[in-house]
């Protein structure tokens, strides 16, 4: 069935076929828990299905599967790693068609969005396929007495924490490294979006993922999740959600010393000069801010303009955002629903609060229906203007499709305010002038910059935050640093 019959069946029925209810856990899909929770299709505010709470020992077999599988998977020769990586990616593109259609029933983004992530997903897989052979140390000359190298070890058995706004590509950009790495795999997937992990847990195994190395344990992240931060057989964790959440989970582990990524999120400008060109500003605020609802760790959410600019760009912005279709995801869309309510509310609160103040609302400001069908989850594309530098909207993560605008005079404000959060995951800058650009750039206090172009780079470059927007890095590489462990070996020359 296509992508369009698998949508089609689910508008009518309001149900998906053969949706997993248990845990994966040892290469299989455990027998479904008798405590359920409901999952929600944010399109819609209605259940469409069940799923397994976990309990403790749930989480306690995966990761024993998973220290089991993990002492194997290290023996396999890196070339047999790669050609099973290059199996996943193959059937995540053949079951493209249902996992974009479960992501957005899941998680209330587009159709369009989630065949991006499944396709990025899918890439994920291959790009680390190809460093699963690659992964070399390196010879150290110590003189003429000793002969020295380095080589890279996984480091055991990782444990992945996955939010609602990314689940199939976050769950491909910590399982893909760690599986090259010749690591073990335990996956919790956010509780509003259990289901794209449990699938793909399904295509690994059927892909020769041996069984026990990649398990999926749903449920709630006080019960499970923090039940695997404070496992001392998890060797890796890997986190990305909420600054306070990753804070907890790093006082978790702490006691056992587990290594830690934390992605948590940013507030992230795009700065824009006079000598940019409005139109393309303009589309890249658009972009920024709207893909995914807002709901992205780096979503392009302050807008930082030359005054000289401001009208023409707010301008074509605001006409834009007011013309936006909010909707369904499965029936094409321009922007999707908010995963859950309780984040809309989150997001309701925000922008009242701002109201509250006396903020210049260009468009939007509420929370909104699909109005084909009355239903659903959703918040109007929202620009506030001129803000001040100490504003809430400026410094808080709102994480839905809310812009803020600020306003600047000189190269140097601009470098001011662009840093003036907490946070510090992407920044863009928009100028002809390339020494301009360049000096804005070293000058960011963050972990990715682009120039010209909201969403350049891709998956081959490294990606994580400073500040409190999180350490450690994904993708590219830099990805795989996390999974292994560098051991320099001296041999003596002496006869
Ligand atoms: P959260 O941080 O609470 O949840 C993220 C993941 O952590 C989920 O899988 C959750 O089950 C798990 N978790 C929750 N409590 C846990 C605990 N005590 N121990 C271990 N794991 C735990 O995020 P949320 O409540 O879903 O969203 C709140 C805010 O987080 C949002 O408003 C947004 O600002 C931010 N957020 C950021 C990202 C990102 O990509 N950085 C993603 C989702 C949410």
């Not at 997993?20 to 405590?35: L, Y």
């Not at 159709?111 to 690659?134: M, N, T």
Request: charge should be negative; charged fraction near 20%.
């Amino acid at each position: 069935m296509t992508a369009h019959d698998i949508a089609q069946d689910y508008l009518k029925t309001g149900r998906l076929a053969a949706l997993p209810d248990g845990h994966f856990i040892d290469g299989k899909t455990t027998q479904p828990s008798n405590r359920k929770m409901e999952s929600f299709d944010p399109g819609r505010a209605e259940a469409f299905a069940e799923f397994s709470l976990g309990e403790e020992t749930d989480m306690d077999l995966a990761i024993a599967s998973a220290e089991t599988a993990a002492r194997h998977w290290r023996q396999v020769t890196p070339g047999e790693r790669c050609r099973i990586l290059n199996n996943v990616a193959r059937l995540f593109r053949e079951n493209a068609d249902r996992l974009s259609v479960i992501e957005v029933v899941d998680s209330g983004k587009t159709l369009a969005e989630a065949q991006g992530d499944i396709q990025s997903s899918a890439r994920l897989f291959e790009y680390y396929a190809g460093a699963a052979d690659k992964l070399d140390g390196r010879s150290v000359n110590l003189g003429p007495a000793y002969t020295a190298f380095t080589v890279r070890e996984p480091v055991g058995v990782t444990g992945h924490i996955i939010p609602w706004n990314y689940p199939t590509s976050t769950f491909a950009r910590g399982v893909a490294p760690a599986l090259a790495a010749g690591c073990s795999v335990v996956a919790k997937p956010a509780e509003t979006t259990p289901f794209t992990a449990l699938v793909m847990a399904e295509l690994l195994c059927e892909a020769g993922v041996p069984a026990g190395l990649v398990n999926v344990v749903t449920g709630l992240g006080a019960d499970i999740g923090a039940r695997m931060a404070r496992d001392p057989r998890i060797k890796q964790l890997t986190f990305t959600g909420s600054v306070s959440t990753g804070i907890n989970v790093a006082q978790m582990a702490a006691p056992n010393v587990t290594r830690l990524t934390l992605e948590l999120g940013g507030k992230s400008p795009l700065i824009a000069f006079s000598d940019a060109d409005p139109e393309k500003v303009a589309d890249g605020a658009y972009w920024a801010i709207f893909s995914n609802s807002g709901q992205i760790c780096s979503a392009g959410s302050r807008l930082i303009m030359h005054k000289a600019i401001r009208d023409d760009v707010l301008a074509i912005l605001g006409e834009r955002a007011k013309s936006i279709r909010t909707a369904h995801g499965l029936t094409a869309p321009d922007m999707g629903a908010i995963n859950s309510e309780l984040h809309l509310s989150r997001i309701k609160a925000h922008v009242e609060a701002a109201k509250g103040r006396g903020a210049h609302l260009l468009t939007g400001g509420d929370v909104t229906v699909d109005t084909d069908t009355g239903k659903g989850w959703f918040f109007q594309p929202t620009v506030i203007a001129d803000l001040e530098p100490d504003d809430p909207a400026v410094q808080e993560e709102i994480f839905g499709p809310v812009l803020s605008v600020q306003n600047f005079d000189t190269e140097d404000e601009a470098i001011q305010l662009a840093n003036g959060t907490e946070f510090g995951l992407i920044a863009s800058v928009y100028t002809q002038d390339v020494g301009r650009a360049m000096r804005v750039a070293s000058a960011m206090d963050c972990g990715q910059v682009s120039i010209n172009d909201y969403w350049a780079g891709g998956l081959e470059l490294p990606f994580g935050g400073n500040k409190k927007s999180g350490y450690g890095r994904e993708k590219g590489w830099e990805g795989l640093d996390a999974y292994t462990k560098v051991k320099s070996i001296t041999i003596s020359n002496a006869s």
